[in-house]
């Protein structure tokens, strides 16, 4: 059964370093996500991403926040300068035709920021 | 923007019981409900969605229903098993491939 994978399982940092997370998607899906859950906490939607660029951000996504897919395959969500407030599990996620409906979730990648 | 609450945090039953979980959404142009299932260390899972459309869909020992005059809807799991203790979170969306914003999540066991 295809699924969304993610890398690394887990990540530790020091606060103010860069940090990319890793996705690949399901591979003919269109529609990729960022979600993240901060323990304890609901799940939160940070970014939506179709036709290579935003389709929509949360308030949560502030200049910190970047996605890219940069060949097809990969789609990485880069934090610039980790805040001790970062630490989350985030999890990437993708979708197929629209009103298809169902995301399909990766297991997280758990970020902690010291 | 939309908010989702959702109850119990908590849910604790017997095997062989049946387990309700119900949610409540604040904007009334929400239309794609799913809910998921989320094991330890893994993704949220969907396990049933409905849409605004539909007041009721069942797929086995599950099924959800919608209320979309007073903007609620639950999760019923029939016949549980041990194998369906999780934390189950419901959600919506203004579409189904767009944003979903979660309920806060509801950590069921279930007691062979």
């Known amino acids: 059964e295809p699924e969304v994978t993610q890398t690394p399982s887990h990540q530790v940092t020091q606060m103010g370093q860069e940090v990319i997370l890793r996705c690949v998607p399901i591979?003919?899906?269109?529609?990729f996500y960022w979600y993240r859950q901060i323990l304890g906490q609901k799940v939160e939607f940070l970014v939506s991403?179709?036709?290579?660029?935003?389709?929509?951000k949360s308030e949560i996504f502030d200049d910190q926040f970047s996605v890219e897919r940069p060949d097809g395959s990969n789609f990485t969500l880069k934090i610039r300068s980790t805040k001790l407030e970062d630490s989350a599990m985030y999890f990437c996620?993708?979708?197929?035709?629209?009103?298809?409906?169902?995301?399909?979730f990766g297991e997280g990648s758990r970020l902690t920021v010291l | 923007g939309e908010n989702v609450e959702q109850h119990p945090s908590t849910l604790s039953v017997q095997e062989g019981d049946s387990a309700v979980i119900k949610c409540t959404y604040s904007?009334?142009?929400?239309?794609?409900f799913p809910w998921y299932k989320q094991e330890l260390g893994k993704g949220p899972q969907l396990i049933i969605d409905?849409?605004?459309?539909?007041g009721e869909k069942k797929d086995q020992r599950i099924a959800v229903t919608l209320n979309k005059t007073a903007k609620h809807f639950s999760l019923h799991i029939t016949e549980t098993q041990p194998e369906d203790s999780a934390v189950y979170f419901c959600?919506?969306?203004?579409?189904?491939?767009?944003?979903?914003?979660f309920g806060q999540g509801t950590i069921l066991t279930v007691h062979p």
């Open positions: 996620a993708s979708s197929g035709l629209a009103g298809v409906g169902e995301l399909f």
């Open positions: 591979s003919n899906h269109l529609y």
């Open positions: 991403f179709y036709n290579n660029e935003i389709s929509e």
């Open positions: 904007d009334s142009a929400s239309n794609y």
């Open positions: 409905i849409r605004s459309n539909v």
């Open positions: 959600a919506a969306s203004l579409t189904s491939y767009g944003k979903l914003t």
